[in-house]
Nanobody, 121 residues
Framework: QVQLVESGGGLVQAGGSLRLSCTAS????????MGWFRQAPGKEREFVAA????????YYADSVKGRFTISRDNVKNTVYLQMNSLKPEDTAVYYC??????????????WGQGTQVTVSS
């Protein structure tokens, strides 16, 4: 079992940056692959990025490649999503999830409660 808590969301102007954090409970965090998803109003939840347990392997949606960076600190039980050059279309609730690197939400067993990111134009 793992519990996930996201933080770091907020309101930012287009072109700005935010860093999301997702902190996990439990001593086995380092064994979990981790992912970030987002869901905008009226849209399905979509894959953003994922990382393997070691952090060496990372995966990104085409829409965020080159702008977002996923990383993790297994000592702090935390996975991060650094978001640069934000666009209004990045506005969504962002969720972290474990234990997969899949692009399919149903492949993940655990989810956080989400954090709102709003990008103004």
């Amino acid at each position: 079992q793992v519990q996930l808590v996201e933080s770091g969301g907020g309101l930012v102007q287009a072109g700005g940056s935010l860093r999301l954090s997702c902190t996990a409970s439990g001593r086995t965090f380092s064994m979990y692959d981790m992912g970030w998803f987002r869901q905008a109003p009226g849209k399905e939840r979509e894959f953003v990025a994922a990382t393997g347990w070691s952090g060496r392997n990372t995966y990104y949606a085409d829409s965020v490649k080159g702008r977002f960076t996923i990383s993790r600190d297994n000592v702090k039980n935390t996975v991060y999503l650094q978001m640069n050059s934000l666009k209004p279309e990045d506005t969504a609730v962002y969720y972290c999830a474990a234990d997969s690197t899949s692009t399919t939400p149903g492949d993940y067993d655990y989810w956080g409660q989400g954090t709102q990111v709003t990008v103004s134009s």
